[in-house]
Each structure stands twice: as C-alpha cells, then as structure tokens.
C-alpha cells in the first residue's frame, strides 16, 4: 500500500486526535486526492521528500479534526467578523512580504505571524510552545538551505504569508514543494471558493485565539501571490476585501521566484529539474495576471490600489500614506514612527544578493517577453 493512501492518512489523523472524525466540509477530499495521486506517481520524491510530506499533510488532516472541535465547544468562534480585509497580491519578488510587514506595525491591523500560518492550532494539552518550535523549524530551513534567506526574509514571529492556512484545504500550493503538474490542472479547473471558505473560517479561529491574548484590532492585512490565481473567489467571500496589487518586471521576478520553487523542490526531491520549474511556474503566474486583468475589467468599482515595487523600496513611507488614503484610514504619528523603526531595523542590505539567471531554469527574455506582453504594457512600461 503507498504511504500517499487517503484512508490510511485519515485513520492516522483521527488516531492522532483521541478519535475525532469530523473534518468539517467535505470539499477538501478530492483535492486531497489528486495532491496525493501526483505527489506518489510523478512527483521524484526521495524517501526523506516523501517522509515529510506525508507528516505534513497528516498534520494538516490533524488540524483539520482540531479547529471543527474547537468550533463545536466554542460556537462564538464562528462569529468573529473578518471585515474589510486588505489582501496584498502581485507576483512574487515584487515587495509583498515589505508591505505587509510595515502595515503591520500598525495595531488597528491584524496580521497572520509566520508561527501562527505554521501552527494554528493550540497544543492539545494546553502548554502552547508554537512560537519556539517555530523558530526551530526556521532555523533548521535555514540550516538546511542557507540561501533562503537571501530569497525570503523568514522569521517565526513577523507577518507572513497565509499560504499555509491555505494548504489545509488541499487546494494550495502544494506544488511549491514538488513537481507535480497533474495537480495543478486538476486544480485550475475547480471552483476555488471551498477554499477561500476555509481560509475564512481558519482566519476566524486565529481571530478568536487573538481576542483570548487580548489582541483587539480592526482588519486584516493578509497577503499572499497565490490569490492571482483566484481572484474572483477571493472576491466571492470576502465581499467587502480590499487589494494591494505590486507590480515589478516579470523579466526580474519570473527568474527569482524560479530559483526560490527550485530551492524549496530540492529539500524534498534529489532529481528537482529546474526546467520544470521555470515552465510550470511562468505558466501560472502568466495566466494568473491575465485573469486578474480581466477580472479587474469587469469589476464595477475601484477595489484595487496598484503600487510600484521601486517606489515601496525606494519611498516606503509615500507608498504608506497612499495606501491609508485609499483605505480612509487616519495615519497616526506614533504608529508612523513604528513603521519607521521597523525599516530601519530590517534593511534589505542585511541579507546577501540573491543570485540567479533566468536561463538556469529554461528561460529567455524573449518569451518572458511574449508571455507578460499585456501585463508590462499596462504596469510596467505605462509607470516608467
């Protein structure tokens, strides 16, 4: 029997948990199917690769059990409005993590801490060490990667991305870990909107655990670049959310999110081909920003406020305050100056040049060309 069986790993993750069964909406079962049928056919793991995804998902199956409990002992859980919130989407490599982690010096706003994506769920046994073992995961990726931190500022405690909340719902992107193309076109042919469920009802779980801390704010400020490719679910559930879109040459980013997807394939897979990834990663965000272009086309009203990576680099505080205006939010002084300090503490000097070409994952300039034409002409070519 493959250790990818989907009966096996629901049994294990009841197991797990005294017995619980209930998973909660049941949308999530086929596309754990089709992760787990390419992870064991076509995916090239090493056994190690295939050790740590199955632990993986099988926590996630875990959490799964252990957020409908919680929800079922404590109903007001599903109560918590998640108003007005401020997604930041835009290719990766284009200063989402920058912007996210500015406004969230600003306490009115909530903001997902990478522990919080990574361990949503309190111990069971109520000692709640989350923030420590997430430091230790970040520094054995480090450890075992060094020139991670060259591609992404990871740290356990600031803001991140809520891709892992996501994951839960097998509808993520699990491809970042493995090569597995036939997932992918399963995925991009369903309605997304389970997932965006989900992602909501976790985001109310995490919510309610911050009131418990004594955490009060007023919105979200979330951000993730795999909302381009689901925009229109995005909108769907969070009727009232508001976008940050960041726009920098894909002829720049396409190549540095290639050699990032390569280095995370390479923790799982001996055989990770860098082609592989350079094809199937342009072809998504590719299509993505199509989609989003046309998605904004058809949108009747102005929900979306376009900032410039070289301008949130080389003029943060400007791109701040026209941020706050688009939002009709006041800008404190005291929560300016936080910002401030927070700039000065976390420079892009103090990590080392990130180093790469977009022919070492099968690309040129001429189809990053071809591929992003609309795309550069509109946000690229149109700002400069």
């Known amino acids: 029997m493959s250790d990818f069986d989907i009966d096996t790993l629901l049994v294990q993750a009841s197991a797990q948990c005294g017995g619980l069964k209930d998973f909660g909406d049941d949308s999530f079962r086929p596309a754990l199917q089709a992760l787990l049928t390419a992870l064991d056919g076509e995916a090239k ?30 109903p007001e859980i599903l109560d918590e409005e998640i108003a007005q919130p401020v997604v930041i989407v835009g290719l990766p490599r284009t200063g989402t993590t920058l ?19 990574r361990y949503p769920v309190p111990p069971a ?46 509808y993520g992107a699990m ?26 009802k976790l985001l109310q779980f995490v919510q309610w655990q911050k009131k ?85 086309e058809r949108l009747q009203e102005q929900r979306f406020l376009d900032v410039q990576f070289i301008d949130t680099v080389r003029q943060p505080m400007e791109v701040v305050r026209e941020i706050y205006a688009f939002l009709d939010v006041p800008l404190d002084a005291s929560v300016e100056r936080a910002m401030q300090q927070w700039l000065q503490q976390n420079g892009r000097d103090r990590r080392a040049v990130h180093g790469y070409t977009a022919e070492q994952f099968g690309l040129s300039e001429v189809q990053l060309r071809r591929d992003y034409a609309a795309y550069r002409e509109r946000y690229i070519e149109a700002a400069t």
Request: glycine fraction near 2%; proline fraction near 4%; charged fraction near 25%.
């Open 45 to 74: 793991l090493s056994p190690m690769g295939r050790q740590l995804l199955r632990q993986r998902i099988v926590e996630m199956l875990v959490n799964r059990l252990r957020v409908e409990d919680y929800c079922k002992r404590n």
């Open 99 to 117: 912007l996210q982690r500015i406004l969230a010096c600003d306490p009115r706003f909530y903001s997902l801490a990478w522990w919080e994506s």
């Open 125 to 170: 046994d109520g000692n709640d060490t989350r923030i420590a073992e997430a430091k230790v995961d970040v520094r054995m990726m480090i450890e075992a990667m060094p020139q991670l931190l060259s591609i992404h500022p990871l740290d356990a405690e600031q803001a991140d991305e809520e891709v892992m909340l996501m994951e839960h719902s097998f």
């Open 175 to 200: 491809e970042a870990y493995a090569h597995i193309p036939a997932y992918v076109a399963w995925r991009e042919a369903q309605d997304k909107a389970p997932a965006y469920r989900y992602l909501k």
């Open 212 to 296: 418990q801390r004594g955490i009060q704010a007023q919105r979200w400020i979330l951000k993730t670049p795999h909302h381009l490719h689901a925009m229109d679910a995005l909108f769907a559930v969070f009727s009232d959310v508001r976008v940050i879109q960041t726009h920098r040459d894909p002829l720049q980013t396409v190549p540095s999110l290639a050699s990032f997807v390569h280095t995370l394939w390479r923790i799982y897979s001996e055989q990770a081909d860098a082609g592989a990834v350079g094809r199937q990663w342009n072809h998504q965000f590719a299509h993505s920003l199509r989609s989003t272009m046309q998605f904004r």
